[in-house]
Structures are given as structure tokens and as C-alpha cells.
């Protein structure tokens, strides 16, 4: 049985356009995301192919993954990690471990683009994803949970401490 192999190139590249990047989420925009997982068809492990151009960041708020733990490789360009507590920027070269349960957003904070490979597992996990984003009715930024929505093909952003939903975006 061959190997299975994937070349990052041949894979469209997916990602929220700016208008699905909630209000006060701390992303102006977020780069192109290949989603290799499911090319590989792993089983464990998560694995996405970033590209981020300047100003362009991961994914479109601080967040924070319960179980999962999270390897970045910035292959080209640099990026920034920061989170509450830390700000790291990392090189072409260099990878960070992002450890589960901690809030992070990395954003390309250079002039020049930069491409990452990121590697978490387990590759699914039970718990949902935590999102700071600003809620109006609490009228500060507060954890969101990110879900379908009752409206096939919408997804929708919940606060946790009102349950306001504080914004809806369609897939
Ligand atoms: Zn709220």
C-alpha cells in the first residue's frame, strides 16, 4: 500500500472572509488555511497549512482549545503569538508549542507574508473551542462559544456569561 502524500500547492485554500471576523475580535482579516487533515486522512493529529499576509492572523480572535495541544512551524516570514499574558514572535525556522488550555492568536505582524504548518492533537476533541470576542449586552469581551446555528449552513457566536448571540456568520 503506498504512502499517502499531498502536495500543500494542490490544496485550495479555505478561511473566513473579513466579514465573518466578529467585532471586536482581535483579527482584522485571516490568512488562507489548507486544510491537510483530511488529504493526509489522519487519524490523531490535526494538520493545517497557513498563509498569512501582513496584518493576517491565524484564525479571527484569541482562542483557546481545551485538550488540544498545538505545534506552530513558521516556515517562511514571522509571526506573532500573543495571548493576555505573553507575546513571542517566532521565525522562519522556529516552532512553539502552544499548550492545551492556553489562550493564543498568532497575526503576521511583518512586511513580508509568512507560511506555517500547524500540528495539533487529538485531532477531534469533545470540548468546544473558546472565543474572546466583545459582547454587547456585557459590553466587554467575554468567552464565546463558536456553533452551528439552528438555520442550516449559519454558525453563530454565543457568550457564555449572558448567552447573547453576538454574531452569525453563513458557511
Ligand atoms: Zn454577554
Not at 491537510?36 to 480572535?61: K, M
Amino acid at each position: 500500500m503506498p504512502f499517502e502524500t499531498v502536495t500543500i500547492e494542490a490544496v485550495e485554500p479555505v478561511g473566513p472572509s473579513d466579514e465573518d471576523v466578529p467585532p471586536g475580535a482581535d483579527a482584522d482579516s485571516v490568512g488562507g488555511i489548507r486544510v491537510l487533515s483530511d488529504e493526509l486522512d489522519t487519524d490523531g493529529v490535526s494538520v493545517n497549512h497557513y498563509t498569512l499576509d501582513p496584518g493576517e492572523s491565524f484564525r479571527v480572535s484569541t482562542h483557546r482549545h481545551g485538550v488540544q495541544e498545538e505545534i506552530f512551524y513558521i516556515v517562511s516570514g514571522a509571526v506573532t503569538f500573543g495571548s493576555d499574558a505573553a507575546e513571542t514572535t517566532v521565525e522562519a525556522g522556529e516552532l512553539v508549542r502552544i499548550p492545551p488550555g492556553t489562550s493564543q492568536l498568532g497575526t503576521n505582524d511583518g512586511d513580508t507574508p509568512a507560511t506555517g504548518l500547524a500540528i495539533g492533537a487529538p485531532r477531534e476533541y469533545e470540548e468546544e473551542t473558546e472565543w474572546l470576542v466583545e459582547c454587547p449586552d456585557c459590553d466587554e469581551r467575554t468567552v464565546h462559544t463558536f456553533g452551528e446555528a439552528a438555520t442550516e449552513g449559519e454558525y453563530r457566536y454565543e457568550c457564555t456569561g449572558c448567552g447573547h448571540e453576538t454574531y452569525r456568520v453563513s458557511a
